[in-house]
């Protein structure tokens, strides 16, 4: 059973600019959520989709937004990007809300 | 405010020296706690879920527990291979599901 798989694996930016960020989860599973993680703030929830309807959202700036999609595929969106967006961005998908999300690798992102 | 609280930050242990990690949550009713494994660079992995008071799993060298104020995960006889950053995560029943993570131990395993 293949797990959850995000795309791409790394990314470079320049300030300023937007990017997307994309995540399959295992198949089967409704429940998409992401998380930003830097070394300083540790796992940060940014929003969680559910049937794709946005169930949750954490407490980010407007320019970070998502959508899923009937295949319960997830993307994420970044825009106006700054040097503080540099993180690695985790998706996890889950059968439903109440059960253990699994993870995927994640993208390493980089704003220069 | 719902909280947890990971203890100690950092962990240094020789091979098979046992030891214990602490997950401590302020909830108003616990869902769910969870642990996960993270290496660097890489998605947490999923270990346990435990429900209620007084339930254990066990896994390898890992075995989790948890009260109604923390839960613990105790590591037997560990290896150099379990060095890792363990994150234990809550759900409570008020939170609409969402997962309220620890800042994590990060276990270092000398051989």
Not at chain 2, 18 to 41: A, H, I, K, M
């Amino acid at each position: 059973k293949a797990g959850v798989t995000q795309t791409p694996r790394y990314l470079i930016k320049t300030r300023g600019q937007q990017v997307t960020l994309s995540c399959s989860p295992i198949s089967g599973h409704r429940s998409v959520s992401w998380y930003q993680q830097t070394p300083g703030q540790g796992l940060q929830f940014l929003f969680e989709y559910f049937s794709e309807t946005q169930r949750n959202k954490g407490n980010f700036p407007g320019r970070f937004s998502g959508r899923q999609f009937s295949n319960s595929r997830s993307e994420m969106n970044v825009s106006t990007l700054e040097l503080g967006d540099s993180a690695l961005y985790l998706c996890a998908s889950s059968l439903n809300q109440n059960t253990e999300a699994f993870f995927g690798q994640g993208t390493r992102l980089t704003v220069v | 405010e719902d909280q947890v609280t990971q203890s100690p930050e950092a962990l240094r242990l020789q091979e098979g020296e046992s030891s214990s990690l602490n997950c401590s949550y302020t909830v108003s009713g616990l869902r769910g706690l969870f642990w996960y494994r993270q290496d660097p660079g890489k998605g947490p992995e999923f270990l346990f879920t435990l429900y209620s008071a007084g339930e254990e799993k066990e896994k390898e060298r890992l075995k989790a527990t948890l009260t109604k104020k923390e839960s613990f995960l105790h590591i037997t006889a560990p290896k150099p291979e379990d060095s890792a950053t363990y994150l234990c995560a809550v759900q409570d029943w008020d939170s609409n599901y969402q997962l309220i993570w620890g800042a994590g131990t990060k276990l270092i395993i000398k051989p």
